[in-house]
């Protein structure tokens, strides 16, 4: 069972499938980031650093793919 | 920077980021990426986005370090078994990467494979470190 019209007015193109792809890193400075503890210095980096963790906002950012195709990369095997 | 403030970002302990630049962010990468959430964006009921699935999967350990953080990003499929996918990895895509800090840290030699957990609840997404064997 389809349904466009909940995500996008009928016409448009709706993003079909969506997969999620992770990687584990070592960052000390996304860590300390995000833990600031009394360095004010790293506020500043913390306060750019927000936290959503919505697909909605990834999907809504994804129709801009249909306005600004040529910003975005394609891969064909996956990345 | 007022004391208010810094305590309130302790406080805070943001966990979850979306919005980093992968490409410029001072970090080391310990596995091959691997897949962790596949959506059939159009579709309704299980496996579409409006579903709830609990997932778990394995990632590799490739060099000796401490995973800070599990970051992820999209391949999204524009049209229906195109087999043409568009990835939020690149350095020129406009929607960029995210991450989820883990907690505590999980230290890894390689060779290791940790296991996640993958919670997804309508929309929201969860990366959890599960074991380290």
Redesign the interface.
């Known amino acids: 069972m389809r349904r466009r019209s909940l995500l996008a007015p009928e016409g448009l193109i709706v993003p079909h499938n969506l997969v999620v792809r992770c990687e584990l890193i070592e960052s000390e400075f996304l860590y300390k980031c995000s833990r600031v503890e009394s360095d004010s210095r790293q506020i500043a980096d913390f306060i750019n650093i927000y936290e959503v963790n919505s697909l909605w906002t990834i999907l809504r950012r994804a129709y801009h793919l249909l306005l600004y195709p040529e910003n975005c990369e394609l891969s064909e095997s996956g990345y | 920077?007022p004391k208010f403030?810094?305590f309130i970002?302790?406080c805070?302990?943001?966990?979850?980021?979306?919005?980093?630049n992968?490409d410029c962010?001072?970090?080391?990468?310990?596995?091959?990426?691997?897949?962790?959430?596949?959506?059939?964006?159009?579709?309704?009921?299980p496996g579409g986005?409006f579903s709830e699935q609990k997932r778990s999967i394995s990632?590799k350990?490739e060099r000796d370090?401490?995973?800070?953080?599990?970051?992820?990003?999209?391949?999204?499929?524009?049209?229906?078994?195109?087999?043409?996918?568009?990835?939020?990895?690149?350095?020129?895509?406009?929607?960029l990467q995210?991450?989820?800090?883990t907690s505590p840290?999980v230290p890894?030699k390689a060779g290791n494979v940790?296991k996640?957990a993958v919670p997804y609840h309508y929309?929201?997404?969860?990366?959890e470190v599960m074991e380290n064997d």
């Open positions: 920077m403030f810094i970002a302790n805070s302990q943001v966990k979850h980021h979306l919005d980093l992968l962010l001072s970090a080391t990468s310990l596995s091959k990426d691997t897949e962790v959430l596949r959506l059939q964006v159009d579709q309704l009921g986005l990632a350990i370090g401490i995973v800070h953080a599990v970051t992820y990003w999209f391949l999204i499929e524009m049209l229906s078994n195109s087999g043409r996918f568009l990835s939020t990895r690149g350095a020129n895509s406009h929607i995210a991450a989820v800090l840290l890894a940790i996640l929309g929201l997404l969860q990366i």
